[in-house]
């Protein structure tokens, strides 16, 4: 079993316990000669049990105490270092090991110092106890720097953060210069009284670059510092970057068991060997010794904390490193880990996450939660989809955040992790290097919000990854969504100006049953559920069975059109998010984007909706409409109608021939409203497109004589009433078609004008139909001979008797030959209708006749 790196890589008690404010690790020389701050930069012994001594100190403490013995060394030695390199811890050490030397120290910081403090004054008070002759503000000559100092030899003097103070000091006036400038003046004339002296040493520290100044006057004062000891000094840097995880190791490891390390050490390198993981170009022997100084962080653990974050101006590369580090100790101490690798960071524990976003910005909150550490993050989602005995191992945010942690590189490095890096980090347990590598494709494809791919590295960004952001959002797109969108785009394409069209019907009884065409598009081609419309409107059978028409869609282009519904809608709802952090060019993309696939949605709901199911004597029949023509922009209900027209189903003209010869061969007349439903009674048979086909191809017919138009007396025998003129039809009644041989008989026999009988008193004149005028100033009959009276105008109010309407149509259609306006005014009484009858069998039978009609109540 292996053991856990906290069994063998001992941390110190303050590691285990969390007592880890940043406090613990801010080495300040000002305070460790006061003797306040922590005990272990104030106890000596403590101090070096807890400190790597590199290269760099050692030599440092030669040199120095070389000097301060007067045999020869530098006089002047200056520490440059990043920010959080490592000065200050520097000059702690020299501090306690100039009392091992017997010397004598002057400890100046430029930090707690207020800018009118002289650094000479506290110079002499630290050496003599009092200010005397150094209490001014203008800078003391050499001479007596060299007065000041000698007696008191061997002298260590240490100064640190030199460019903070003068910083402050340049606000204070002196004369004509300021405070500043004498301090730079004395900062020369120290080095060169320390020069002359054999016992003396200065050792100053200074930043390695300007990223830690202040300002542009900031820079030129520490250009000038530079420029005032550069003479005379020597550069040393206490920590080098092969050195740092030796000094990391010691700070927050009380002992480490070389032996047992070694082993947990070989058996990952010859993993990661075997699994071609190995850093390119570096020697396996190599990494062991890189391990071997850093155990039980993985090398790269430490390069990415010392080197990339290091690089942000915030962030001290030394000091925020053992932070960190410290922090994920204490929150591994419980888990039996052989070693930490980045991908153990823990990002949903607060401090750790709090210590990274303060260098990067509040904004990664939201995309640390959003990717890795909710509930409902792809880092999460990931873990399901790979092989159940790796689902324990938690790869998903494992990877995310070994990518996370190489994604940040201050001062515009290049940022990110290559696949191998994140193999690397991620060998722990039985997981191969495959399933890794499946992992980040999976994040990397579909499932993280925020992550990107370039040039073979993966790193995090605030700006969402729009392919995966539309990806996210297909995955969650619910069924709802999708038929609620799906009917949309369908009430856009439907149309309903060539057939009177119904999306998506749930009840029979909502159809209505005339005999106008109608499309129904229904949600799938359910030939039961059809052929239920086609027979029934809800609890009565359906006359006009033919008249229904079902539009469905395809089933081999379902899969396609969810698809690129999804994508849609995805899409859109990207657009409309104003809260999302995209670039101007990322919104144009999704602009242009919702509008190319909103018109492709619209496209293939053609490509969808195309199986057309006619009402047949036996049924139903099928009729694929095919793919339309790219570009063609036709709604469904005029494909549905022109395919109808072609095949002969729908028809807007009817020669008057094919009526005689297919009508009215065999039989002397046909009732015209029996005529005209018979197409859409009767399932399979042609069905004009309205009423005004028949009328229109009737009145043809009776002008060119092939029939003739009249009624059916009580005896139900034909009377015609136009032949070889214009005729008036009505479609209703007891109209009928007349063949023609029988109308020529009729008007070769002497009959009233336009073959209708003369009344036989005006008050009986209409009464045999049923009908009795009130008109009360009717001209009296003429006399025989006398010339006709004619009336431009007339006006009849009757009631008409229960079962008479039939017969006041052929009294309409005489009048109607002679007058070219009749307007009729209808008042109904004595019982009662439903606004949905009133809907389907008046107003929809006026608009079939192009009549408008205007209704009241």
Not at 141 to 170: C, F, S, T
Not at 198 to 215: G, K, M, N, Q
Not at 361 to 381: L, P, R
Not at 747 to 754: I, W
Request: charged letters at 25%; one cysteine or more; hydrophobic letters at 40%.
């Amino acid at each position: 079993m292996t053991r856990a790196f906290h069994t063998i890589a001992i941390p110190h008690d303050d590691i285990l316990e969390g007592r880890l404010t940043l406090d613990v690790f801010a080495a300040d020389l000002w305070e460790v000669y006061h003797g306040r701050g922590p005990e272990e930069y104030r106890d000596p012994n403590l101090f070096f049990q807890k400190t790597y001594l590199t290269d760099g100190l050692r030599h440092l403490f030669e040199v120095v105490e070389q000097r301060l013995r007067g045999q020869g060394g530098d006089p002047v030695i200056q520490m440059q270092t990043p920010f959080g390199g490592g000065k200050t811890h520097a000059l702690i050490a020299l501090y306690h090991k100039a009392r091992e030397w017997g010397a004598r120290t002057v400890v100046i910081s430029g930090t707690p110092l207020a800018g009118d403090a002289t650094l000479w004054g506290l110079m002499a008070e630290q050496l003599t106890g009092f200010r005397s002759g150094f209490a001014g503000q203008t800078a003391p000559g050499r001479d007596a720097l060299r007065a000041l100092l000698e007696p008191h030899q061997p002298v260590l003097i240490l100064i640190d953060e030199a460019l903070e103070y003068m910083v402050k000091a340049a606000g204070v006036s002196v004369g004509a210069t300021t405070l500043a400038a004498q301090t730079l003046a004395f900062m020369q004339e120290l080095t060169e009284a320390a020069s002359a002296l054999e016992r003396t040493v200065l050792v100053i520290t200074l930043p390695s670059s300007t990223l830690e100044h202040y300002d542009e006057h900031a820079t030129r004062l520490f250009e000038q510092l530079k420029k005032i000891s550069g003479r005379v000094e020597k550069i040393f840097t206490p920590v080098q970057d092969d050195e740092v995880g030796a000094v990391i190791r010691r700070r927050l490891f009380a002992s480490v068991k070389e032996q047992e390390a070694t082993q947990i050490i070989n058996a990952f390198v010859d993993r990661a060997v075997q699994e071609s993981v190995i850093a390119f170009g570096e020697e396996s022997a190599a990494y062991r010794e890189r391990f071997r100084q850093t155990y039980p962080f993985l090398p790269e653990v430490v390069d990415v904390l010392y080197h990339r974050w290091g690089s942000f101006p915030t962030f001290q590369r030394t000091r925020g490193t053992l932070r960190l580090l410290a922090l994920v100790v204490h929150a591994l101490k419980q888990q039996s880990l052989p070693y930490i690798s980045l991908g153990y960071f823990d990002l949903g524990n607060q401090e750790i996450r709090r210590e990274l976003l303060k260098h990067i910005g509040n904004e990664y909150d939201s995309v640390v939660a959003a990717d890795i550490t909710g509930a409902e993050a792809g880092a999460a989602k990931v873990n399901r989809e790979i092989g159940k005995s790796y689902q324990g191992l938690r790869l998903g945010e494992r990877v995310a955040t070994t990518i996370f942690l190489y994604s940040h590189v201050g001062g515009g490095g290049e940022s990110g992790a290559t696949l191998n890096e994140i193999k690397r980090q991620n060998l722990a347990g039985d997981a191969p290097a495959s399933v890794v590598a499946e992992v980040v494709q999976k994040l990397s494809s579909r499932l993280l919000f925020y992550l990107h791919e370039q040039g073979g590295r993966y790193a995090f960004s605030t700006t969402p990854n729009l392919n995966r952001a539309i990806t996210v959002r297909m995955e969650n797109l619910t069924p709802e969504q999708l038929e609620r969108a799906e009917r949309e785009a369908l009430q856009q394409q439907a149309g309903g100006r060539r057939m009177k069209t119904f999306l998506w019907p749930s009840n029979p009884a909502d159809i209505p049953d005339d005999e106008s065409p109608k499309l129904l598009i229904v949600r799938e081609a359910d030939q039961q559920r059809m052929l239920e419309f086609v027979r029934t409107k809800g609890q009565t059978p359906r006359v006009h069975r033919n008249t229904l028409f079902f539009l469905a869609p395809l089933p081999a282009e379902r899969i396609a059109f969810e698809r690129l519904l999804r994508r849609h809608l995805a899409i859109t709802e990207l657009r409309n998010q104003k809260t999302l952090a995209l670039t101007p060019e990322q919104r144009q993309t999704l602009e242009r984007d919702a509008k190319q696939t909103g018109r492709e949605v619209q496209e293939q709901i053609g490509h969808l909706y195309r199986q057309l199911y006619l009402p047949t004597a036996d049924g139903l029949t099928n009729i694929d409409l095919g793919i339309p023509t790219y570009g063609a922009a036709q709604e469904l209900d005029a494909r549905v109608y022109e395919r109808l027209r072609s095949e002969n189903r729908l028809i807007e003209r009817l020669a008057p021939l094919v009526i005689k010869e297919r009508y009215l061969a065999n039989r002397a007349f046909v009732e015209t409203q029996q005529l005209a439903e018979s197409g859409s009674r009767t399932p399979g048979e042609a069905l004009a497109i309205n009423r005004r086909v028949w009328e229109t191809s009737i009145a043809e017919g009776v002008r060119q004589g092939l029939f003739g138009l009249g009624e059916l007396d009580e005896h139900g025998q034909p009377r015609c009433l136009f032949f070889k003129e214009e005729p008036s039809v009505s479609l209703t009644g007891r109209e009928a078609l007349i063949r023609a041989d029988i109308c020529q008989a009729q008007r070769s026999v002497p009959a009233q004008p336009q073959g209708y009988p003369a009344p036989s008193s005006p008050s009986r004149a209409i009464n045999d139909r049923g009908i009795s005028p009130e008109r009360s100033d009717s001209p009296a009959p003429q006399p025989t001979g006398a010339p006709p009276v004619a009336h431009p105008r007339l006006r009849l109010q009757f009631t008409v008797p229960k079962g008479k309407v039939s017969s006041l149509m052929g009294v309409l259609n005489y009048l109607q030959t002679r007058y070219g306006r009749i307007e009729i005014t209808l008042e109904l009484s004595e019982g009662s209708i439903t606004d949905q009858e009133l809907e389907d069998r008046v107003r929809e039978a006026f608009r079939q006749m192009g009549v408008h009609v205007q209704i009241t109540y």
